[in-house]
């Protein structure tokens, strides 16, 4: 994909004005497809390494909560979201993993708003035997009944992708 991706950047630097519209869109479509491409295979590698040779720490979810909220500063910004969220506790995790855990529920929250909605998010934990529950609640474009079998299927899409950015 390296290789594609350069190539194309050559010939759109060498020869970009020469090229006639119909390739010009070709060469467009390619670079889009290589960074799908691209996404779509650090998403499998990041999904491979889940767990692995990792050893449980403890973890407290405000920290973890509170510099999830900074690292998405801008398109909290940006969409003018609010995120509130419970007391949460201490438990015993890999550290990252609950990073990314909260940083995509909270990031898919901000990016499938309603138009012209101001987002509104909230994260709850509730201690259950032997685990804590946590939800994440939105006033988002939520997810019809027929879809619920596909939210956990890898990169599986909801919407196309001229709506919503993303590999699924």
């Given at each position: 994909l390296c ?5 194309v950047?050559?010939?759109?630097m ?10 010009k869109?070709?060469v467009r ?6 960074k799908?491409?691209?996404e779509l295979i ?5 999904f ?23 690292d998405l500063?801008?398109a909290?910004k940006e969409?003018?979201a609010i995120?509130t969220?419970d007391d949460m506790?201490?438990i015993?995790a890999?550290p990252?993993?609950?990073q990314?855990?909260?940083q995509?529920?909270?990031s898919n ?6 138009p ?8 709850s ?23 619920y ?7 599986q ?7 919503y950015a993303?590999?699924?």
């Open positions: 290789t594609v991706t350069g190539f950047e050559l010939l759109r060498d020869f970009g004005e020469q090229l006639p519209e119909d390739a869109e070709y479509f390619i670079s889009a497809s290589t799908r491409m691209s650090k998403g499998l590698l990041d491979s390494r889940i767990g692995k040779e990792k050893i449980l720490e403890p973890v407290d979810c405000t920290e973890t909560l509170n510099a999830v909220i900074a500063g801008e909290i969409s003018n995120i969220f506790p201490l015993q890999f990252g993993e609950m990314q855990l909260f995509n529920l909270l929250a901000i990016k499938f708003r309603k012209g909605i101001t987002p509104r998010i909230h994260v934990v509730k201690s259950l035997p032997g685990y804590w529950q946590f939800e994440v609640s939105d006033n988002g474009v939520g997810i019809q009944p027929r879809h079998h596909k939210i956990f299927l890898l990169f899409r909801l919407h196309n992708r001229g709506t993303g590999t699924g």
